[in-house]
């Protein structure tokens, strides 16, 4: 919800000392942190299973799990909503493989979205912003009403930032979800920035 990643080291010492198994949903990683945060932190051999989707950043459609060998044929023969389901189309594989092709050369726009969060987040002098290093930034401000007024007055201005809403959220704890893109441009976060400060400053 808010772009803040999990401590997944801590995760997997923890989950060691129990003898548990570790699952980590990579869904909004993939794309933003290369092949995800797992593989940017080289911990992909200390989880149990990586769940991928291939929407959100790869633009395709479907998902798949990451896992030992063990695993995967433990899936292909006992998890029903595999067994029960049709094969991906052609032109769906054909979408994923060129999709991971474009993720093969896209650290210019990686470094570009890098350096678009750091921006954006040294604009920003107001409370309730969530701790976050992806391209998803939240700032908390309370309250149906006054989250969709502002949300409507920033995209009244040109900004697509969207009010996220109890009871999505608990009571209290409604907030503005903000999706930061490599193609921003500098004058655009600032714009952005300043109408935040402007708006909640205290």
Same mark, same amino acid.
């Given at each position: 919800?808010? =772009?803040?990643? &999990?401590?997944?080291?801590?995760?997997?010492?923890?989950?060691? /000392? @129990?003898?548990?198994?570790?699952? !980590?949903?990579?869904?909004?990683?993939?794309?933003?942190?290369?092949?995800?945060? !797992?593989?940017?932190?080289?911990?992909?051999?200390?989880?149990?299973?990586? !769940?991928?989707?291939?929407?959100?950043?790869?633009?395709?459609?479907?998902?798949? +799990?990451?896992?030992?060998?063990?695993?995967?044929?433990?899936?292909?023969?006992? &998890?029903?909503?595999?067994?029960?389901?049709?094969?991906?189309?052609?032109?769906?594989? &054909?979408?994923?493989?060129?999709?991971? $092709?474009?993720? &093969?050369?896209?650290?210019?726009?990686? $470094?570009?979205?890098?350096?678009? +969060?750091?921006?954006?987040?040294? @604009?920003?002098?107001?409370?309730?912003?969530?701790?976050?290093?992806?391209?998803?930034?939240?700032?908390?401000?309370?309250?149906?009403?006054?989250?969709?007024?502002?949300?409507?007055?920033?995209?009244?201005? =040109?900004?697509?930032?969207?009010?996220?809403?109890?009871?999505? !959220?608990?009571?209290? /704890? $409604?907030?503005?979800? +903000?999706?930061?893109?490599?193609?921003?441009? $500098?004058?655009?976060?600032?714009?952005?920035?300043?109408?935040?400060?402007?708006?909640?400053?205290?």
């Amino acid at each position: 919800m808010d =772009g803040d990643s &999990a401590p997944l080291p801590e995760l997997i010492a923890l989950s060691g /000392s @129990y003898n548990a198994h570790l699952i !980590v949903d990579e869904a909004h990683a993939v794309g933003v942190f290369n092949q995800g945060l !797992v593989h940017a932190l080289n911990l992909q051999h200390n989880v149990f299973a990586r !769940v991928v989707t291939f929407g959100k950043a790869l633009g395709t459609h479907g998902a798949i +799990i990451l896992g030992s060998e063990a695993l995967k044929e433990y899936l292909i023969n006992f &998890a029903r909503s595999f067994i029960y389901t049709t094969a991906a189309s052609f032109s769906q594989l &054909a979408g994923i493989k060129i999709a991971y $092709e474009f993720l &093969a050369w896209s650290a210019n726009e990686q $470094e570009l979205l890098k350096n678009n +969060i750091t921006l954006f987040k040294s @604009y920003i002098n107001i409370p309730g912003l969530v701790q976050s290093d992806s391209a998803i930034q939240s700032i908390i401000i309370g309250g149906n009403k006054q989250t969709v007024d502002l949300a409507a007055l920033i995209r009244n201005a =040109g900004f697509d930032v969207r009010p996220i809403l109890s009871p999505t !959220v608990a009571l209290g /704890s $409604e907030r503005l979800r +903000i999706c930061l893109h490599a193609f921003n441009t $500098e004058a655009e976060i600032a714009d952005l920035g300043n109408l935040l400060n402007k708006n909640l400053h205290v």
